[in-house]
């Protein structure tokens, strides 16, 4: 969605008038919104009062939306009328016109300059059509105001009611397409107003239609939804228009406009008679707008060149030019012939203008015009025609050098670069050098790298050659390696650093590495040698020199080698310098020691026995190794460099080597410092070992400093290791007193207790104790020492506070049990507790601390049958522990753990113990609920007992769980021992369901709730009546909806009334009425019924009636409805009462379709048609409803009924076009001889379509045919008629269908129709389709049926139209005829047939007259001597004297004369003398007449051409004594006159000669012989004093 806006007023018609504007047409107003921003429609003018009630259908506006155009229609006194609204948004004003559709265009007019706005509209008034063209606005400065044009547009007769319906204005070709409703196209030229064309293109209404821009023309839509289109054919129209509209002005001015071709000759003769009269203006006007430039062409040119100039005028040739640049732009012919005489008047400025306004048309050799007098305006000519070479010249010789790559590369043009180059070098090296990087700018090079180089160096510019080939080089393609050999070279001879430069940028990877490495060695480069060297034997003698190289260069030089290269470099360094070359070694292997193997590097600096450098190279990187291997060659080559504090600290950090091959190293290694031996001991636990070593190494004090300074952790391994080695007490006593490091105690006793030495222990542990000591472990030893000792220990477990109880009472479970339970239960050791006792059988003990210990986990795990002691635990439960406790909360969490256990009988026997035995728990609530529940689950038996023993309890409690265990009759009983009667009832109810004992315990207790509980019951066991009888005991009306079901379907009427009026009495429900109500109607109290619904109330009396009515108590219904007044219901079911009248009347009140419907089947099925037909009326109106009634009038066969009904009907106000329709459907269907009256009266208001269906179904083809007609579908109305003409076909309908259809091949089967079915009516069909029909494809077809004859004043009335097959067709039958007369007046008026075939034809014609006529037809063709010929045979001796004078051949009148000489025919011999006077040669006759004895009939002959000669002598005699005269005369005129010659001047220029009489232009023949020739023919006069040239002979 683009945008949305809300308007004050229903929108009737919108439509684009742009790209981004909507046009919206209100009642009132018309408005533009426009599509950009947030703008809001915008009113343009309010609408004018004559378009009110109009339907809009178009609005336009002009091309610079200055002018708007609405376009409505409106029926109007039978027709239809428009009316449009024309306003003008600069004046703001309006003006009505009458018109139906209109457009408007932009063009230019004749010789205007600037278009012109024109507006064109056609209207079709009572008085006609009409076209009107005009121009709205004040004309365009400068422009000849538009003559306003108005034209009559022919509307067939066929088409009266035609209208125009759509216009549409082709700019492209300015011609008007004007649609009307009727499918007829008119196209119009729009600045003449002349029809060009007419034809109908669509059967249907076209209802949108718009210009179509890719053909000129317009495409639109018609009611079928056809898309068609119609366009100007520019190949044919012009021929069209000059030679059949015969308009060759219109021809020539559309042929300009368009540039169309097909009037190039009378372009041609307008130029040639325009040019012969001198009129040299006109004539360039022609030749310029001649359509595709066929006149412009150097002839023309060198005609105007010849035309002289007269003094003070321009000379035609510049008006020529002149026009040409109005015009347009000049071709290449007329551009040189132009600016030629303008460069030699130095008038260059012309030029420069004319360029830049692209007046011409430039070529090379108007740019070599040009450049002979400026090069730069030159160059912009070559550049316009596009002549590279000569562009590129003219760039160089002006020394825009960076300007020939541009333009080859834009042009596509390669000159030769290095021919360029070479010229730039040797004028302006820098120049030079710019212009060679412009040739490398691409990827691909304009020319040869190689051959810029060697200019280059020609040069010896070995600076800018670098620079270059830097660039040129940058792309580092592979095949320009010689190239970068190249460079490199020259500079690591001229200049190493440059070269140093370049290879330190890497810009380059293709050049010859073996060759530029040896050169950068010469050259001292040993980084860039060994970067380009591959043989490891140069590198060795490189890589030594390190002082000449960049240590840190180097050591990442070492990573581009192979490993084996990489050892083998470094082998070489350590030989040739090991202590210049050890650092940067080192370096090497630190760096590379993953790639190179660390064994290896570590191996190659054993074998140079250079430790230092192996120290110095494992310390870079053992602490980034897990190698075991390098930790321990790191240990070896430090001690060996004497590096202790390192040993120290990688036997301390690293965890990597292997401590037992280390520690042997240490030992062996007899160092001065035992430390790094004592850290690694220490470290892997080595620790007995190192006190061995140690001790029989006389080391002691590295005893001491171990364990008081390294790790006093370590004093009790080093406590075993020296009672191991049998080392005095006294000594382990003060070395254990000496220590005051952190140690584990409980090692320390264990290594002793081990030994079976823990007294040793005794002082020491006393006197942490007294020192303070809570450690466990202290406390630990001394109870094991308390224990073993029997020193009062049972009193120490009691009171000591730090010991664990854990390991202490593990420690007694073999010497003293009592004693581990002791500490057992101090450290609440419940597993080890139980353990003890159940290994020892102390359950008493056991049981006490269970009961104290409260914890439910504890029980459960006792408790648990896999316990084989539980039996003796829980007698020891109930007999002791419970008894000599006095908390409750110790009982409460046995007891739970009791029936978490799921021990029931254990249970009952603990709580019997507690509630019955007279206990300080008796009492208690919850006990006595426990133990009833406890029954419940376990002995049901005991339940009773309980229940009626114990008073303290929760009663309602207890009852629901024991009816949840089905203990229904114990529920009851503590329900009834504590009046819980409700209860108590529902009980006997739910769970005992014993409704008589439920009944007795309601009597009994006789409570309204309890009687409300007993009548649901009953209610829900079906006992409907009883339950109706304990509600109203109850007097509980609450659950009516129930009790109205139930007795609804039980079918319980009588007693639901009861009920119900209990219920009415208490609440004044509508429910309860309205079924109150119902149970009247169901119980056929009418009269109880009536007075109800007659009193207040509040029942739904609607709704009881309908259940009434479907339950077909009608008679209740009857009532109900008519207490509510639905009069459709109460219709309804008057009908199923059979009171059909009554029913009417009913229907007629509530006046519904339905009731109407309902009411009306019913009567139908009654029978009770009269009234059926009533209520039949009030239904057919209404269109949706006819369909159904029909049905069910014909689905029971009452068709007479039916259309009875529908013939009532037509006379409605209200009747509608269904109506009529269905009513047509039924005549074809039962009575066919009504049909064609009903349409004939009705066609208008039927549904055609469908009653052209049922028609057709029903053979009824004269109405089919009349259908097809109206609906204006007259192509399928003549295939009927044809189909079926014994009974559809009418002469005069047919004739007037048949013309109106829009296939024309229905022409032609009706013209087969008529020769089979009316033979002699053809021809007054073919006077209709005469100006339809293809008058060839006609003549064809009955040519090839053979009906010709019949056909014959078809043949003459088309004739005029001089169609060669009509003139043949024609001809034939005159010939069949033996019409002589008819035949030669047909070939003398109409000349388009085959002459010579006709002839031909002829000449075997066994009449004379029809061989005359071929003979005739010969001479027409020019074929004298056959004409001749064939006169000879026949003997028609006039006819061959007039066909040979006419030939103009002196050979054949001559045979004539022989022929006739041959033959004896003298009378003809004299005769053709006179005829053919002019081709006789005198001296041939003269002895023709003498060797045939007639000079009597050859003297007249004789006589007259010694006359001529005579004549001819004298003259000349006259015309040489004029001569003389005029020779012998002074000569007094100038020799050159004022003005010109004739034959300079040209035509028109002087006198013009006076035109000779006709007898002249014979040839000077004499008046007497004239009288018998046939006067001569007018000639067309092709120019000024044409015919002068003959009295020159």
Same mark, same amino acid.
């Given at each position: 969605?683009m945008?949305a806006?809300?308007?004050?007023?229903?929108?009737?018609f919108w439509?684009w008038?742009?790209v981004?504007?909507?046009a919206?047409v209100?009642?009132t107003?018309?408005?533009?919104?426009?599509?950009e921003?947030?703008?809001?429609?915008?009113?343009?003018?309010?609408?004018?009062?004559?378009?009110?009630?109009c339907q809009i259908?178009?609005?336009?506006?002009?091309?610079?939306m200055?002018w708007?155009?609405l376009?409505g229609?409106?029926?109007?006194?039978?027709?239809v009328?428009?009316?449009?609204?024309l306003?003008?948004?600069?004046?703001?004003?309006? /003006?009505?016109i009458?018109?139906?559709?209109?457009a408007?265009?932009?063009?230019?007019?004749?010789?205007?300059?600037?278009?012109?706005?024109l507006?064109s509209?056609g209207?079709?008034?009572?008085?006609?059509g009409?076209?009107?063209?005009?121009?709205?606005?004040?004309?365009?400065?400068g422009?000849?105001p538009f003559?306003?044009?108005?034209?009559?547009v022919f509307?067939?007769?066929?088409a009266?009611n035609?209208?125009p319906?759509?216009m549409?204005?082709?700019e492209?070709?300015?011609?008007?397409y004007?649609i009307t409703?009727?499918?007829?196209?008119?196209?119009?030229?729009t600045?003449?107003?002349t029809?060009i064309?007419?034809?109908?293109?669509?059967?249907?209404?076209i209802?949108?239609t718009?210009?179509?821009?890719?053909?000129?023309?317009?495409?639109g839509?018609?009611r079928?939804g056809?898309?068609?289109?119609?366009s100007?054919?520019?190949?044919?129209?012009?021929?069209y228009?000059?030679?059949v509209?015969q308009?060759?002005?219109?021809a020539?001015k559309?042929?300009?406009r368009c540039?169309?071709g097909?009037?190039?000759?009378?372009?041609?003769?307008?130029f040639?008679?325009l040019?012969?009269?001198g009129?040299f203006?006109e004539?360039?006007?022609?030749?310029?707008?001649?359509?595709? $430039?066929?006149l412009?062409?150097?002839q023309t040119i060198?005609k105007?060149?010849?035309v002289p100039?007269?003094?003070g005028s321009?000379p035609?040739?510049?008006?020529?030019?002149?026009i040409l640049?109005?015009q347009? &732009?000049l071709?290449?012919f007329e551009s040189?012939?132009?600016c030629?005489?303008?460069l030699?008047?130095?008038?260059k400025q *012309?030029?420069?203008?004319?360029?830049?306004?692209?007046?011409?048309?430039c070529?090379?050799e108007?740019?070599?015009?040009v450049?002979q007098?400026d090069?730069?305006?030159a160059?912009s000519?070559y550049?316009?025609?596009n002549?590279p070479?000569k562009?590129? /010249?003219c760039?160089?010789?002006?020394?825009?050098y960076?300007?020939?790559?541009?333009?080859s590369?834009?042009?596509?043009y390669?000159p030769?670069?290095?021919?360029?180059?070479?010229?730039?070098?040797r004028m302006?090296?820098?120049?030079?050098s710019?212009?060679?990087? *412009?040739?490398?700018?691409d990827?691909e090079?304009?020319?040869?790298?190689n051959l810029?180089?060697d200019?280059?160096?020609e040069?010896n510019?070995?600076q800018?050659?670098?620079?270059f080939?830097l660039d040129?080089?940058?792309?580092n393609?592979?095949?320009e390696?010689?190239?970068?050999?190249?460079?490199?070279e020259?500079?690591?001879?001229?200049?190493?650093?440059?070269a140093d430069a370049?290879?330190?940028?890497?810009?380059?990877?293709h050049f010859? /590495?073996?060759?530029?490495?040896?050169?950068?060695?010469?050259?001292?480069?040993l980084?860039?040698?060994?970067?380009?060297y591959?043989d490891?034997?140069d590198?060795?003698r490189?890589?030594?020199?390190?002082?000449m190289l960049?240590a840190?260069?180097l050591?990442?030089?070492f990573g581009?080698?192979?490993v084996?290269d990489?050892?083998?470099?470094?082998k070489?360094?350590?030989q040739?310098?090991?202590r210049?070359?050890?650092?940067v070694c080192?370096?090497?292997?630190t760096? =590379?020691?993953?790639?190179l193997?660390?064994?290896a590097l570590?191996?190659?600096?054993?074998g140079?026995?250079?430790?230092?450098?192996l120290?110095?190279?494992?310390?870079?990187?053992?602490?980034?190794?897990?190698d075991t291997?390098?930790?321990?060659?790191?240990?070896?080559?430090a001690c060996k460099?004497?590096?202790i504090k390192?040993v120290e600290r990688?036997?301390r950090?690293?965890?990597?080597?292997d401590?037992?091959?280390?520690?042997n190293f240490?030992?062996?290694?007899?160092l001065?410092?035992? *430390?790094?031996?004592i850290?690694?001991?220490d470290?892997f636990?080595?620790?007995h070992d190192l006190?061995?070593?140690?001790y029989?190494?006389?080391?002691?004090?590295?005893?001491?400093?171990?364990?008081q300074k390294?790790?006093p952790?370590?004093?009790p391994?080093v406590?075993?290791?020296?009672?191991d080695?049998?080392c005095?007490?006294?000594?382990?006593?003060?070395?254990?007193?000496s220590?005051r490091?952190?140690f584990?105690?409980n090692?320390l006793?264990?290594e002793?207790?081990k030994?079976n030495r823990?007294?040793?222990?005794?002082?020491w542990?006393?006197?942490?104790i007294?020192d303070g000591s809570?450690?466990?472990?202290?406390?630990n030893?001394?109870?094991k020492?308390y224990?073993?000792?029997?020193n009062n220990?049972?009193?120490?477990l009691?009171e000591?506070?730090?010991?664990?109880?854990?390991?202490?009472?593990k420690y007694?479970?073999k010497?003293?049990?009592?004693?581990a339970?002791?500490? =057992?239960?101090r450290?609440?050791?419940d597993?080890?507790?139980i353990k003890?006792?159940n290994?020892?059988s102390?359950?008493k003990?056991?049981a006490?601390?269970?009961?104290?210990?409260?914890?439910?986990?504890?029980?459960?795990?006792?408790?648990?049958?896999e316990?084989e002691?539980r039996?003796q635990?829980?007698?020891q439960v109930v007999q002791?522990?419970?008894?000599?406790?006095?908390?409750a909360d110790?009982?409460s969490?046995?007891v739970k753990a009791?029936?978490?256990?799921?021990?029931?009988n254990?249970?009952?026997?603990?709580?019997?113990?507690?509630v019955?035995?007279?206990s300080v728990f008796?009492?208690h609530?919850n006990?006595?609920n426990?133990?009833?529940?406890t029954?419940i689950?376990?002995?049901?038996?005991?339940?009773m007992e309980?229940i009626n023993?114990?008073?303290n309890?929760?009663a309602?409690?207890?009852a629901?769980?024991?009816?949840?265990n089905e203990?229904?009759?114990?529920?009851?009983?503590i329900?009834?021992?504590?009046?819980?009667?409700?209860?108590?009832?529902q009980?006997?109810?739910?769970?005992?369901?014993?409704?008589d004992r439920?009944?007795?315990?309601?009597?009994?207790c006789?409570?309204?709730?309890?009687?409300?509980?007993?009548?649901?019951a009953?209610?829900? $066991?079906?006992?409907?009546?009883?339950?109706?009888?304990?509600?109203?005991k109850a007097?509980?009306p609450s659950?009516y909806?129930?009790v109205?079901d139930?007795?609804?379907?039980?079918?319980?009427?009588?007693?639901l009334v009861?009920?119900?009026q209990?219920?009415?009495?208490?609440?004044r429900?509508?429910y309860?009425?309205?079924?109150?109500v119902?149970?009247y109607?169901?119980?056929n109290?009418?009269?109880?019924?009536?007075?109800?619904v007659s009193?207040p109330n509040?029942? &739904?009396?609607?709704?009881?009636g309908d259940?009434?009515?479907?339950?077909?108590l009608?008679?209740?219904?009857?009532?109900?409805?008519?207490?509510v007044?639905?009069f459709a219901?109460?219709?309804s079911?008057?009908v199923h009462l059979g009171?059909y009248?009554?029913?009417?009347?009913g229907?007629?009140?509530?006046?519904s379709n339905r009731t109407?419907?309902?009411?009306?089947?019913?009567?139908?099925d009654?029978?009770e048609?009269?009234l059926?037909?009533?209520?039949?009326l009030h239904?057919?109106v209404?269109?949706?409803e006819?369909?159904e009634?029909i049905?069910?009038y014909?689905?029971r066969g009452?068709?007479e009924?039916l259309?009875?009904l529908l013939e009532?009907?037509?006379?409605l106000?209200r009747a509608?076009?269904?109506m009529?329709?269905?009513?047509a459907?039924?005549?074809s269907k039962?009575k066919?001889?009504?049909?064609r009256?009903?349409l004939?009266?009705?066609?208008s208001r039927?549904?055609?379509?469908?009653?052209?269906r049922?028609?057709?179904q029903a053979h009824?083809w004269p109405?089919?045919v009349?259908l097809?007609d109206?609906?204006?579908?007259?192509?399928?109305?003549i295939?009927t008629?044809m189909a079926?003409?014994v009974?559809?076909?009418?002469?005069?309908m047919?004739?007037?269908?048949?013309?109106k259809?829009?296939?024309?091949?229905?022409y032609?089967?009706?013209?087969q129709?008529?020769?089979d079915?009316k033979p002699m009516?053809l021809?007054?069909?073919?006077?209709v389709l005469?100006p339809?029909?293809?008058h060839?494809?006609a003549?064809n077809y009955?040519?090839?049926?053979n009906?010709?004859h019949i056909?014959?004043?078809y043949?003459r009335s088309?004739q005029?139209?001089?169609n060669?097959?009509?003139?043949?067709?024609?001809n034939n039958?005159?010939i069949e005829?033996?019409d002589?007369?008819?035949?030669r007046t047909s070939?003398?008026?109409?000349?388009?047939?085959?002459?010579?075939?006709?002839?031909q034809?002829?000449e075997?014609?066994e009449?004379?007259?029809f061989?005359r006529?071929?003979a005739y037809?010969?001479k027409?063709n020019n074929?004298?001597?056959?004409?001749v010929?064939?006169?000879?045979?026949?003997?028609l001796f006039?006819?061959?004297?007039q066909?040979?004078s006419?030939?103009?051949k002196?050979?054949?009148?001559e045979?004539?004369?022989a022929?006739?000489?041959?033959?004896d025919y003298y009378?003809?011999?004299?005769?053709?003398?006179f005829?053919? =006077?002019d081709?006789?040669r005198p001296?041939v006759?003269l002895?023709?007449?003498?060797?045939h004895n007639?000079?009597?009939?050859a003297?007249p002959?004789?006589?007259?051409v010694?006359?001529?000669y005579i004549?001819k002598v004298?003259?000349?005699a006259?015309?040489e004594?004029e001569?003389?005269?005029?020779?012998?005369?002074?000569?007094?005129?100038?020799?050159v006159?004022d003005?010109?010659l004739?034959?300079?001047?040209?035509?028109?220029?002087?006198?013009?000669p006076?035109? /000779?009489?006709?007898?002249?232009?014979?040839?000077g023949? $004499?008046? $007497?012989?004239?009288?018998n020739m046939?006067?001569?023919?007018?000639?067309a006069p092709?120019g000024?004093?044409?015919g002068?040239?003959?009295?020159s002979?």
């Amino acid at each position: 969605r683009m945008k949305a806006h809300t308007m004050n007023e229903d929108v009737c018609f919108w439509s684009w008038i742009s790209v981004n504007t909507v046009a919206l047409v209100t009642e009132t107003a018309v408005y533009h919104w426009s599509m950009e921003g947030d703008s809001l429609p915008e009113k343009m003018f309010d609408r004018h009062a004559t378009l009110n009630g109009c339907q809009i259908i178009n609005y336009r506006v002009d091309p610079t939306m200055k002018w708007l155009l609405l376009v409505g229609i409106a029926a109007q006194q039978n027709r239809v009328v428009g009316a449009m609204q024309l306003y003008s948004t600069e004046r703001k004003v309006s /003006q009505p016109i009458e018109g139906h559709a209109a457009a408007f265009t932009s063009m230019k007019v004749g010789d205007n300059q600037q278009p012109s706005t024109l507006f064109s509209f056609g209207v079709r008034n009572a008085s006609g059509g009409k076209l009107h063209i005009i121009e709205v606005g004040s004309p365009v400065q400068g422009n000849q105001p538009f003559q306003k044009k108005a034209v009559d547009v022919f509307f067939p007769p066929e088409a009266q009611n035609d209208f125009p319906v759509a216009m549409q204005i082709s700019e492209k070709h300015g011609l008007i397409y004007l649609i009307t409703k009727y499918g007829y196209v008119h196209m119009y030229d729009t600045e003449t107003g002349t029809c060009i064309y007419m034809n109908r293109i669509s059967s249907d209404t076209i209802f949108v239609t718009a210009a179509h821009e890719a053909s000129g023309g317009i495409i639109g839509v018609n009611r079928k939804g056809q898309v068609l289109s119609v366009s100007m054919d520019a190949d044919n129209i012009i021929p069209y228009i000059t030679n059949v509209l015969q308009n060759p002005d219109l021809a020539l001015k559309i042929s300009v406009r368009c540039n169309l071709g097909g009037a190039e000759d009378l372009f041609v003769r307008k130029f040639t008679n325009l040019f012969n009269q001198g009129n040299f203006s006109e004539a360039a006007k022609v030749a310029a707008n001649a359509p595709k $430039g066929i006149l412009r062409t150097p002839q023309t040119i060198q005609k105007f060149q010849q035309v002289p100039t007269q003094p003070g005028s321009t000379p035609p040739l510049l008006q020529y030019f002149g026009i040409l640049l109005e015009q347009g &732009q000049l071709n290449k012919f007329e551009s040189l012939e132009l600016c030629r005489p303008v460069l030699q008047q130095g008038r260059k400025q *012309l030029l420069e203008k004319w360029l830049k306004e692209e007046k011409l048309e430039c070529s090379e050799e108007l740019g070599d015009l040009v450049k002979q007098v400026d090069p730069t305006m030159a160059l912009s000519v070559y550049l316009r025609a596009n002549v590279p070479h000569k562009v590129v /010249q003219c760039f160089a010789e002006t020394g825009q050098y960076q300007k020939i790559v541009l333009y080859s590369k834009k042009v596509n043009y390669q000159p030769d670069y290095i021919f360029l180059l070479r010229g730039i070098m040797r004028m302006n090296p820098e120049q030079g050098s710019q212009f060679a990087k *412009l040739l490398i700018e691409d990827d691909e090079p304009l020319a040869e790298l190689n051959l810029v180089v060697d200019v280059f160096m020609e040069a010896n510019m070995v600076q800018q050659c670098t620079a270059f080939l830097l660039d040129a080089l940058k792309n580092n393609r592979e095949s320009e390696g010689p190239l970068q050999t190249r460079l490199l070279e020259m500079n690591l001879m001229s200049a190493p650093q440059v070269a140093d430069a370049i290879l330190g940028k890497h810009m380059f990877t293709h050049f010859d /590495q073996a060759h530029v490495a040896q050169l950068c060695e010469n050259a001292g480069l040993l980084q860039r040698a060994l970067e380009l060297y591959t043989d490891i034997y140069d590198i060795k003698r490189a890589v030594v020199h390190t002082h000449m190289l960049n240590a840190e260069w180097l050591v990442t030089y070492f990573g581009s080698l192979s490993v084996e290269d990489s050892m083998e470099c470094l082998k070489a360094m350590l030989q040739a310098n090991l202590r210049q070359n050890l650092q940067v070694c080192v370096q090497i292997a630190t760096k =590379y020691h993953e790639q190179l193997s660390t064994e290896a590097l570590i191996d190659l600096f054993e074998g140079f026995k250079c430790f230092e450098g192996l120290f110095y190279f494992l310390a870079s990187i053992v602490n980034f190794s897990q190698d075991t291997e390098v930790h321990f060659k790191y240990i070896q080559a430090a001690c060996k460099t004497g590096q202790i504090k390192e040993v120290e600290r990688i036997c301390r950090e690293s965890n990597c080597y292997d401590p037992e091959s280390v520690k042997n190293f240490l030992k062996d290694a007899k160092l001065t410092d035992q *430390l790094p031996l004592i850290i690694v001991c220490d470290r892997f636990d080595f620790v007995h070992d190192l006190v061995l070593y140690l001790y029989r190494n006389n080391l002691q004090k590295y005893i001491e400093i171990y364990v008081q300074k390294v790790n006093p952790g370590r004093l009790p391994v080093v406590v075993g290791g020296l009672l191991d080695v049998d080392c005095g007490e006294d000594i382990i006593k003060s070395l254990i007193m000496s220590v005051r490091g952190q140690f584990d105690t409980n090692e320390l006793v264990a290594e002793v207790e081990k030994r079976n030495r823990l007294k040793l222990l005794l002082p020491w542990l006393e006197a942490r104790i007294h020192d303070g000591s809570t450690e466990s472990a202290t406390h630990n030893a001394l109870a094991k020492i308390y224990i073993d000792s029997n020193n009062n220990p049972e009193r120490f477990l009691r009171e000591n506070q730090y010991y664990d109880s854990l390991v202490v009472g593990k420690y007694c479970e073999k010497r003293d049990p009592h004693l581990a339970c002791v500490s =057992y239960e101090r450290g609440l050791c419940d597993d080890e507790l139980i353990k003890v006792c159940n290994e020892n059988s102390l359950f008493k003990s056991q049981a006490r601390y269970l009961v104290k210990r409260r914890e439910p986990d504890l029980w459960a795990k006792v408790l648990t049958e896999e316990n084989e002691y539980r039996r003796q635990l829980i007698d020891q439960v109930v007999q002791t522990a419970l008894s000599e406790t006095q908390d409750a909360d110790d009982v409460s969490v046995t007891v739970k753990a009791f029936m978490t256990a799921n021990l029931p009988n254990e249970l009952i026997e603990l709580l019997e113990k507690i509630v019955l035995d007279n206990s300080v728990f008796s009492d208690h609530r919850n006990l006595q609920n426990l133990l009833i529940l406890t029954a419940i689950k376990a002995d049901r038996t005991r339940v009773m007992e309980y229940i009626n023993r114990l008073d303290n309890y929760d009663a309602p409690d207890i009852a629901n769980i024991a009816i949840t265990n089905e203990l229904y009759e114990e529920a009851f009983a503590i329900f009834k021992k504590f009046e819980v009667n409700t209860s108590a009832i529902q009980v006997l109810i739910e769970n005992v369901q014993n409704l008589d004992r439920a009944y007795e315990f309601a009597e009994r207790c006789n409570e309204p709730s309890v009687w409300s509980l007993l009548a649901k019951a009953q209610l829900d $066991g079906l006992l409907v009546k009883e339950a109706i009888d304990s509600y109203i005991k109850a007097e509980d009306p609450s659950t009516y909806m129930d009790v109205v079901d139930a007795a609804g379907k039980s079918g319980n009427y009588e007693d639901l009334v009861r009920y119900l009026q209990m219920a009415r009495k208490n609440a004044r429900d509508p429910y309860v009425e309205t079924e109150l109500v119902y149970a009247y109607a169901k119980t056929n109290r009418l009269a109880e019924l009536e007075e109800f619904v007659s009193g207040p109330n509040h029942a &739904q009396i609607q709704q009881v009636g309908d259940r009434c009515y479907d339950d077909k108590l009608y008679e209740a219904a009857k009532l109900l409805y008519n207490n509510v007044s639905n009069f459709a219901r109460l219709a309804s079911t008057l009908v199923h009462l059979g009171e059909y009248q009554a029913a009417v009347d009913g229907a007629r009140k509530a006046n519904s379709n339905r009731t109407w419907k309902e009411v009306c089947f019913a009567c139908i099925d009654g029978q009770e048609f009269r009234l059926a037909q009533m209520c039949g009326l009030h239904i057919v109106v209404h269109a949706d409803e006819l369909e159904e009634l029909i049905n069910y009038y014909q689905d029971r066969g009452y068709f007479e009924e039916l259309m009875t009904l529908l013939e009532a009907a037509l006379g409605l106000e209200r009747a509608h076009m269904g109506m009529f329709t269905e009513l047509a459907i039924l005549y074809s269907k039962y009575k066919p001889s009504k049909m064609r009256e009903h349409l004939e009266l009705f066609w208008s208001r039927v549904n055609i379509p469908k009653v052209l269906r049922a028609a057709e179904q029903a053979h009824l083809w004269p109405e089919l045919v009349f259908l097809y007609d109206k609906y204006e579908e007259f192509d399928n109305a003549i295939l009927t008629m044809m189909a079926h003409p014994v009974e559809s076909w009418r002469e005069s309908m047919f004739k007037d269908i048949i013309t109106k259809v829009a296939n024309i091949e229905l022409y032609y089967k009706g013209l087969q129709f008529y020769l089979d079915y009316k033979p002699m009516l053809l021809n007054d069909l073919l006077v209709v389709l005469t100006p339809r029909l293809d008058h060839t494809r006609a003549v064809n077809y009955f040519m090839k049926v053979n009906q010709l004859h019949i056909v014959k004043p078809y043949l003459r009335s088309v004739q005029n139209n001089n169609n060669k097959t009509v003139n043949e067709a024609l001809n034939n039958v005159l010939i069949e005829e033996e019409d002589y007369n008819g035949l030669r007046t047909s070939v003398d008026a109409y000349d388009n047939l085959d002459n010579v075939a006709l002839a031909q034809k002829l000449e075997k014609h066994e009449l004379l007259e029809f061989r005359r006529i071929a003979a005739y037809l010969y001479k027409g063709n020019n074929r004298w001597a056959q004409s001749v010929e064939l006169c000879k045979k026949d003997k028609l001796f006039k006819d061959a004297m007039q066909y040979t004078s006419e030939s103009r051949k002196q050979e054949l009148a001559e045979s004539l004369i022989a022929w006739f000489l041959e033959n004896d025919y003298y009378e003809c011999f004299g005769s053709c003398l006179f005829v053919c =006077y002019d081709l006789l040669r005198p001296d041939v006759i003269l002895e023709l007449s003498w060797r045939h004895n007639l000079l009597d009939y050859a003297m007249p002959f004789l006589i007259q051409v010694m006359r001529e000669y005579i004549t001819k002598v004298d003259k000349l005699a006259v015309s040489e004594e004029e001569r003389k005269v005029e020779e012998s005369s002074p000569d007094t005129q100038p020799i050159v006159f004022d003005k010109q010659l004739m034959i300079t001047a040209g035509p028109g220029m002087g006198i013009a000669p006076t035109p /000779q009489p006709p007898q002249q232009m014979m040839g000077g023949m $004499g008046a $007497g012989m004239m009288m018998n020739m046939p006067p001569p023919q007018p000639q067309a006069p092709f120019g000024v004093g044409y015919g002068g040239g003959f009295n020159s002979m």
